[in-house]
């Protein structure tokens, strides 16, 4: 291994937060929450595995700020029919574990809106989901894919007022609750479709409010109202960081409208930007296919990372602010080559860290791994058969994607027995 390996440098974020590495697992979906929606015992074993890791930061699974829309069955949430006291008790045991070793953890707290699944939650299988606007979610094309959407998701709600100052309530509570059990800080996620990105979406929010596209926050509002209530509440060192698409920003209109987001998000106050990609309607990025096959240019094809273009605009626009790329490194080299051009600050792992949860201290920082081995590995899962043989093949990526995500979280909650 080269000794000016950045990777290993420690990195200072704006709260005052020292990682001491560029490494961060990054968030997956476990599953392991109690029926209480708590965190359980095996979320304690998981995450003391990536603990003992050597990351230079861990970024939990998403937390749900409303129990009555998950993302999936098995989801942590915020309950108000728990004492607070109870919660704030399995919170802090699941805090304990992830920092036994000095590892800085950040909770990622998310609301599902539309892509919240049928009986994910309390509020009943046949109550309608929330999002921005009333605009009905389809995984694919044709006219099947629109069905099969429409019977598992409907038509969302549109959010009153009322609904969004909840949110943004629900959003700082759960920031609250974090810096209370102990964890270093909290990601907003506003990625992946769910209701954050729904606001962000000009294909999604059809809003005339001020919370809509066409106000002067260009459907940044609720973001912004989110990062100072959570400041509100939270210790001046705590960590506030934001997940953001890339994938719907690919045009210049497109792009010029996330670079105005981000000018009203940043100067909120944020300590990081995490750039991911994916969604249901959209879901190639989120499934472990080779990076190649979704690459823009040879450039990134080099650097293995879906979304390193991007971030490298982004870095343009905003020098100062830490930025995460999350998806597609595979290799130390690459890694290299992605923090030495200043491209991005952190490197985010997600299913790697899965299969191994050593994988900094075994791998990317063992300096007896020569540079040309130092390889990660994901399983590929294939999607069943009847996709394709009942000519659904615009719900392929979505089907795969699906299962690997549950392939993953199984191996996750057997880190954790």
């Known amino acids: 291994m080269s000794t000016d390996l950045k990777v290993n440098e420690p990195l200072t974020l704006k709260c005052g937060l020292t ?84 590892t800085p953890t950040i ?16 509020r009943g299988f046949f109550a309608k989901t929330v999002s921005s606007s009333a605009t009905p979610l389809r995984p694919g094309n044709g006219f099947l894919p629109s069905i099969i959407g429409a019977l598992l998701f409907g038509t969302p709600r549109e959010m009153t007022a009322e609904d ?33 990105d729904q606001f962000l979406s ?20 609720v973001v912004v109202d989110i990062i100072e209530a959570m400041r509100a509440v939270v210790p001046a ?25 981000l000018k009203l998000i940043t100067g909120a106050g944020v300590d990081f930007i995490e750039i991911s990609g994916g969604s249901y309607e959209n879901p190639k990025m ?54 030495q051009s200043g491209d991005c600050d952190l490197i985010g792992l997600a299913r790697p860290s899965v299969l191994e949860p050593h994988l900094p201290k075994k791998t990317i920082l063992n300096p007896k791994v020569a540079d040309d081995d130092a390889v990660l590995y994901t399983e590929k899962i ?12 615009s719900m392929l990526s979505a089907v795969t994607a699906g299962a690997e995500t549950m392939w993953y979280g199984a191996r996750i909650r057997e880190l954790g027995q």
């Open 19 to 102: 990682l001491p590495n560029r490494l961060s697992k990054a968030a997956m979906a476990e599953h392991e929450a109690t029926r209480e929606m708590l965190p359980s015992s095996d979320h304690v074993r998981s995450y003391s595995a990536w603990a003992e890791g050597g990351w230079g930061m861990v970024m939990t699974g998403n937390v749900m700020v409303d129990k009555r829309h998950l993302g999936s069955k098995g989801d942590v949430a915020y309950n108000d029919a728990v004492p607070y006291e109870e919660q704030l008790a399995a919170w802090t045991r699941w805090a304990e574990a992830c920092k036994r070793n000095g």
């Open 107 to 122: 909770v990622q707290i998310n609301h599902p809106g539309r892509q919240s699944t049928p009986g994910a939650g309390t």
């Open 164 to 196: 969004i100052r909840e949110l943004v309530d629900g959003f700082a509570r759960m920031a609250k609750l974090s810096a209370e059990a102990g964890f270093a800080g909290a990601e907003i996620h506003a990625a992946h479709g769910y209701l954050l």
């Open 202 to 221: 000009p294909k999604v929010n059809k809003r005339t409010d001020e919370y809509g596209i066409g106000s002067a926050s260009k459907g940044a509002k």
């Open 237 to 261: 060192g705590f960590c506030i960081g934001i997940k953001l698409n890339s994938v719907d920003h690919q045009s210049q209109e497109q792009l010029a409208l996330c670079i105005e987001q």
């Open 286 to 339: 989120l499934a472990s296919g080779q990076p190649q096959e979704q690459a823009k240019s040879s450039r990134t094809k080099a650097r293995e990372a879906f979304f390193l273009e991007f971030a490298a605009t982004i870095r343009h626009q905003f020098p100062d602010t830490p930025l995460m790329v999350t998806g597609g490194f595979r290799s130390r080299n690459a890694m290299k080559a992605a923090l």
């Open 382 to 393: 294939q999607p069943p058969a009847l996709i394709e043989a009942l000519g659904l093949k």
